[in-house]
């Protein structure tokens, strides 16, 4: 359920179905669930098979949204850091650093969003392309506590200032630390690196039950594009 809701979320597919979804759930579950399946399969199942306006998204359109859609300015502020939180604790053997409570903690540019000499040079001589194109990617993104004392200090100041890349908490932020400039490539590489995490942190299941959703069913107070491409089996 939080991979469905999130991926379309990052997708930015429409919500105003879920009120006619969702209610009804559990007793669509009921309808079909026979006595050698369990309930988790046939829910997921109908989760996994919904179509148009409730669609299930697929690797390939999370992944692309992932990494085309400007996150920084297009998604809910609290929503991105929910995303950054759990990429920086995914698969980690250390202690949970819950990152959502500490209000602190806020979401840094590593490219900074004003850029200075230094950063120009950095980037090299296409640096307004690179810059517009990256700058609210999520190869660009990270989590900081020291977001003004980061400021727009140059891509080496970051990494080696006093609680710096380098030395922080966030443990993401140590594969930055590591590179030795920061690029359209290193931006271009984490943000696929980040992508592919985050299709294992919010999966697709594969439903093994595929009789259970022959049909849909649709009302009057249905929307209209619901019945594109769809033909009539019953009608009571």
């Not at 690196?193 to 919010?202: F, K």
Request: proline share 2%; with cysteine.
């Amino acid at each position: 359920l939080e991979s469905y809701l999130f991926r379309r979320v990052i997708l930015n597919q429409p919500t105003n179905a879920y009120n006619k979804f969702f209610p009804s759930l559990h007793s669509d579950i009921r309808k079909v669930l026979k006595n050698t399946q369990r309930y988790s399969d046939v829910f997921q199942s109908i989760i996994v098979n919904q179509k148009n306006r409730l669609v299930f998204p697929d690797d390939g359109s999370f992944k692309e949204a992932l990494l085309k859609r400007d996150l920084y300015t297009e998604v809910k502020k609290e929503r991105l850091k929910y995303l950054l939180d759990r990429l920086n604790n995914y698969n980690s053997n250390k202690e949970y650093f819950d990152t959502l409570k500490n209000d602190t903690i806020t979401i840094e540019h590593v490219m900074p969003q004003s850029l200075t000499r230094e950063w120009k040079l950095e980037l090299g001589d296409d640096y307004k392309e690179v810059h517009e194109r990256f700058l609210h990617k999520l190869g660009n993104l990270s989590l900081t506590g020291y977001n003004v004392e980061y400021s727009n200090k140059s891509f080496g100041e970051k990494k080696i200032c006093e609680n710096g890349f380098s030395n922080c908490q966030i443990r993401m932020n140590k594969s930055i630390s590591e590179m030795e400039h920061w690029r359209k490539i290193e931006m271009e590489n984490r943000g696929i690196s980040l992508a592919d995490r985050a299709l294992e942190i919010w999966s697709k299941p594969i439903s093994d039950i595929t009789d259970i959703l022959e049909h849909d069913t649709l009302t009057l107070s249905s929307e209209l594009d619901d019945f594109t491409g769809k033909k009539f089996v019953k009608l009571y």
